[in-house]
């Protein structure tokens, strides 16, 4: 009898709780799963989307093999931007293959890049066809790797209205490289190293790989989309002050760049544990275009 009771009573408080719970998440926005096509490969992914987006935004993975970024797509959504997020090719759900390892050349090679860009043009054109507001504004917004292919991609598709990079390299994939293997993963580089040192060694080091290199400021001199770029000032994965000095060049060139600096944070601005940066990034959202 007391099993009985108990028993009943679980199932009272979980189909209770069970339409609240769906409804929270309702009430905010719904999620639907997509499948889509891109280089002969189908990639599946998530849309969130608002009851009234006022934006909405492709996210595009940095180098790691990872799938959605729900937890981030969620946090969009809830603010109003309509949110495609997906499996990158090779991982999760996703067919291809996932080229790595997570840092490395191959990661980063010009046939790669170009490769993952397509990817997320396919998701910009997959995102417009849901969408019910065809006049909505897409963007793109990545973190690391990002800043390399999401100029390739607005480039490719005139779809694309703006951009937002958490930490995105705007130097070459060899520059890049060469600054990561001086910092060589200290956490505590900027504590006995200067920007002269870092710079010193990104100009004159030997590179120890040699592919063809992909330049971020060749797209981004075409481009006439707005984009807001945010770092940190202890990143050790990408120079950070020579980013944003190109960044400035291509700004007095009338380009409509922007970009904000955390100084007290690293490369993963976008997951820190502060929420200024994705604050920064959703104001920005909204005031642009």
Do not use: C
């Not at 291509?250 to 380009?255: A, E, F, P, Q």
């Amino acid at each position: 009898m007391n099993i009985n009771f108990f028993t009943n009573l679980f199932l009272w408080l979980f189909l209770t709780i069970l339409p609240a719970m769906t409804f929270s998440q309702s009430s905010d926005f719904t999620i639907q799963d997509v499948k889509f096509e891109s280089q002969g490969d189908t990639l599946a992914g998530s849309i969130l989307t608002p009851k009234k987006p006022f934006a909405a935004v492709v996210i595009v993975h940095g180098s790691d093999p990872v799938k959605r970024e729900m937890e981030f797509a969620k946090r969009l959504a809830k603010e109003g931007i309509a949110v495609l997020t997906y499996d990158k090719r090779g991982v999760g759900a996703s067919g291809g293959v996932y080229v790595g390892p997570s840092v490395g050349t191959n990661n980063i090679d010009s046939t790669n890049l170009n490769l993952l860009s397509h990817d997320a043009s396919a998701a910009i054109n997959t995102l417009h066809i849901y969408l019910k507001n065809k006049k909505l504004q897409i963007g793109l917004i990545g973190f690391s790797q990002a800043g390399w292919i999401i100029p390739l991609t607005a480039e490719k598709n005139k779809l694309v209205s703006f951009m937002v990079i958490f930490s995105g390299p705007v130097i070459t994939t060899l520059e890049q490289l060469r600054f990561q293997f001086y910092t060589n993963g200290d956490e505590r580089f900027w504590d006995t190293h200067t920007e002269s040192d870092a710079r010193e060694h990104i100009k004159n080091d030997p590179d120890r790989y040699q592919f063809v290199a992909t330049n971020p400021q060749k797209q981004l001199s075409k481009l006439t989309i707005p984009g807001l770029w945010i770092f940190g000032g202890r990143d050790i994965q990408i120079p950070v002050e020579l980013s944003m000095e190109h960044l400035d060049k291509l700004k007095t060139n009338g380009k409509r760049y922007a970009y904000h600096l955390f100084p007290a944070l690293g490369h993963n601005t976008a997951f820190s544990e502060s929420p200024e940066p994705v604050k920064k990034a959703i104001q920005w959202i909204k005031s642009h275009p």
